[in-house]
């Protein structure tokens, strides 16, 4: 804190989750179990754009739905609530269970039917009536797949059917990107924090995490690059990369995992964010290019960093000398 308390105010902070956290991820692990366990991971978000836009603005009350929540609807543009919009809406308790739908019309619980026009103040005032009293059915972990060590399966196993159903597992083209529905997913992922390990970051801000320059295969990329790039597309959202300082061979030679460049890389300089190792935080996405090396340098192990800035002297003198 005495290092970074600003930049760690700025991107987080270090009070209390008031709202809790959602999990957006490729593999539901056991650190998710522990966050869901610990009373953190229970924000719940829901599939209708608009009305996950309402919420993050406060101007829907999950607990107390209101009228005001439909003028919300009109403002942010939403027109006609099709068939597969009315089904989610009454999914999530946003229409009572006794409005139906028909044929781009809603019916009331009275039976009086009205276009499902929300831009038509008649039909709002129509649909005011068909409102549940609160939202239901949301979700706090959307996960492609999970694995973890035994206790983990069996706190899964141990769950209520209700904890079980704030779990949505769904497929990777859901988790990994924005395409499907990029206004929805931006609002139920604001303020995201993507947080993945690579193995070597180069002094650019470039990161490997599966390969080596020799052309082995160490692991597969699987949803790292696609988290990295949502971090740059969600507003608010950042990419954190945490990366050992050093390792150790088997013959104990300790070398340096931040380096001045690498033949092979999984996150490209363009993506760069912020890049944590034991020794201190990197915050690289609005950094230039003496920057990003200073700040690197100064998260790498202490012994190794006399030559990093040496060698990143060396290039910059000689990027500069004249031809």
Partial sequence: LDRHGSLIEGIGGTGRFEQGLYGATEMFVDGFWQLMRAGLLRRRVYDFWALQILINENRCDPEALTPAVLDGFEQLGVRVIRGKDFDVLQHHGFFSDATR????????????????????????????????????????????????????????????????????????????????????????????????????????????????????????????????????????????????????????????????????LTIPRHLRDIVITEYGIADLRFASVQQRAERLIAIAAPQFRDKLANDWDNMCRAASAPS
Avoid: W
Wanted: some cysteine; overall charge neutral.
């Fill in 101 to 264: 739908y028909d044929d781009g019309h809603l019916i009331a619980p009275d039976g009086e039917r009205v276009t499902a026009n929300v831009a038509n103040p008649a039909s709002r005032a129509v649909m005011a009536r068909c409102l549940g009293r609160r939202l239901r059915n949301g979700i706090v972990l959307h996960g492609g797949f999970f694995l973890g060590p035994g206790d983990f399966y069996e706190g899964l196993r141990q769950m209520s059917q209700a904890e079980r159903d704030t779990i949505c597992m769904t497929g990777v083209e859901k988790t990994n990107q924005l395409d499907l529905n990029p206004r929805l997913y931006r609002a139920q992922r604001r303020d995201a924090r993507f947080i993945n390990t690579g193995m070597m970051a180069t002094l650019s801000g470039a990161v490997c995490s599966d390969g080596l320059d020799n052309g082995q295969v160490v692991s597969g990329v699987g949803g790292q690059y696609n988290f990295v790039a949502q971090a740059h597309q969600i507003p608010g959202g950042r990419s954190i990369l945490m990366v050992r300082a050093t390792r150790e061979d088997s013959g104990g030679e300790v070398t340096s995992n931040i380096v001045f460049n690498y033949g092979h």
